[in-house]
């Protein structure tokens, strides 16, 4: 069964992160460079081999969201 989706989410700048919220959970910050860096989209993940492309260690550590959305992933 899929997981439900986020009854919230919003960027809380100030605090450097990402926060998700379910309508049964608490919420969950993570951190800009986190979410970045697991991003699943084809330009991250090679649709073919499922193999990451982005290499973590080009992130630098202060990126900061300009568009939030969603994936087909």
Do not use: Q, Y
């Not at 919220?21 to 860096?37: Q, T």
């Amino acid at each position: 069964m899929p997981a439900a989706p986020p009854t919230s989410i919003r960027v809380l700048r100030d605090a450097g992160v990402i926060e998700v919220a379910w309508a049964e959970a608490p919420p969950a910050r993570l951190p800009f460079h986190f979410v970045r860096c697991l991003c699943p989209c084809a330009g991250c993940i090679d649709e073919i081999s499922g193999e990451r492309t982005l290499n973590p260690a080009d992130v630098p550590p202060d990126v900061t969201p300009v568009k939030l959305g969603f994936s087909d992933r």
